[in-house]
């Protein structure tokens, strides 16, 4: 039996009609509800940049190897830094241990980014120490003479004198004031409360000739200061 439809409802349902139609004819169907795409993990940090060298920032700082570790018993010794192991450790070697050694120290046991050497002086040891190697290095004279002593000691035990210094580097090329990192590369030795000194060979050997410097913190400031760069006899 046919079913009549107004033409009022005829004309109403038309347009669907035809819209059907056309879906039909081209293939299409309605789209289908889609979940949302799950939004991309945020990217890892990236590890920190590896330094190339790195200081002991105290005494009898491990460095591992296997189930054993050897203690650098000066503070400020100079690593060469190899790469990062999968647990974060820095891959080092110590070229100025004899014998050479080499392992893994935590970033928290060392240092290598300097301060100024104001700046410093009110830290560690380790950290004044590796401040005025850094300005000594780019002979940032300017920055050294806040912490150098009014007496400070450049030539034999009566050339005392911190103005007289500046005028002495500069004349003989700063050919000593150049040789501050390798001296302090060593590490740095305690002799006296506060007074510590480079090379270990000034401490240990009487009468040592070779040029030496020497650290020490003020009681009254609580601050370091650098007494002397000098070759010579005596500690200073």
Do not use: K
């Amino acid at each position: 039996m046919a079913i009549r439809i107004p033409c009022s409802d005829t004309l109403r349902i038309l347009p669907a009609i035809l819209a059907s139609a056309l879906l039909v004819m081209s293939g299409c169907a309605p789209a289908s509800h889609r979940d949302p795409a799950p939004a991309p993990e945020p990217l890892s940090e990236p590890p920190p940049p590896l330094p190339q060298v790195v200081w002991t920032g105290q005494p009898e700082v491990a460095v591992r190897r296997g189930g054993s570790a050897i203690l650098l018993e000066q503070p400020f010794t100079r690593l060469d830094v190899a790469g990062r192991d999968s647990t974060g450790l820095l891959i080092v070697t110590c070229a100025y241990c004899e014998p050479l050694v080499s392992g893994m120290v935590s970033e928290e046991e060392v240092i290598w980014s300097p301060l100024t050497p104001n700046e410093a002086a009110s830290r560690s040891l380790a950290e004044f120490a590796l401040a005025v190697r850094d300005a000594a290095a780019w002979r940032r004279v300017a920055d050294l003479v806040p912490v150098m002593a009014s007496d400070f000691t450049f030539g034999f035990s009566a050339q005392r004198d911190r103005v007289i210094t500046l005028t002495a580097w500069e004349w003989e090329g700063f050919r000593n004031l150049d040789q501050v990192p390798r001296l302090l590369d060593e590490g740095m030795v305690q002799i006296d409360d506060d007074f510590w000194v480079a090379p270990e060979e000034y401490a240990n050997q009487p009468g040592y000739q070779g040029l030496r410097v020497g650290f020490r913190r003020s009681a009254e400031s609580g601050r370091w200061e650098w007494l002397f760069l000098v070759r010579g006899e005596g500690r200073g």
